[in-house]
Every structure is written in structure tokens, then in C-alpha cells.
């Protein structure tokens, strides 16, 4: 499943949200590049791998390596919600 982070889909939000997973979720970095029109970086949160995208036509979005619901991002989609929830991004 992705969890697509409506408001804040900018290039330079990948950034923010890099060090926000990082921050609250103590995500180490495993792989971390920049292309022409997509960013990609794969962390390991709680033992899950987790990637993170920013496409130039789609946003910033995010998912879980493993089959069946992660419930780490779906933590992660729920602090999300609360804490851009009546911001300038909303």
C-alpha cells in the first residue's frame, strides 16, 4: 500500500520529511538518491524497510517493503495527519 503525503509533495519536502522519519521514528538511512525527477530514500524503521519518493508528477509518497499491512506506516501516515492538520499545507 502507499501513503501519499497530500500538501507537502514538493521536491524540497522530500527533505523535510527525510528528517522527520529520522527525528520521531529513528529511521537509519540505507540508500539516499537524487535524480532528474524523483528522489528515493529507503530507511529501516523498527526493522522495516521503508521507502520514501518524490516524483516531480505524483508527489511525495511512501510504502513498506513487507506483504502484508505495515503497521509502521500507518503510524507514521496518522502522526502525518495530526501534525499537518490545520497548517499551511492542509
Do not use: P
Amino acid at each position: 500500500m502507499e501513503y501519499h503525503v497530500i500538501g507537502v509533495g514538493g521536491w524540497d519536502h522530500f527533505d523535510s520529511l527525510v528528517d522527520f522519519l529520522k527525528k520521531y521514528y529513528e529511521a537509519e538511512v540505507k540508500y539516499l538518491k537524487d535524480a532528474i525527477f524523483i528522489r528515493k530514500a529507503i530507511f529501516l524503521v523498527g526493522g522495516e524497510e521503508i521507502t520514501l519518493i518524490h516524483h516531480d508528477d505524483i508527489g511525495n509518497y511512501f510504502f513498506s517493503s513487507v506483504k502484508e499491512n505495515s503497521t509502521v506506516c500507518e503510524k507514521v501516515s496518522q502522526d502525518l495527519e495530526v501534525r499537518l492538520m490545520g497548517s499551511e499545507y492542509q
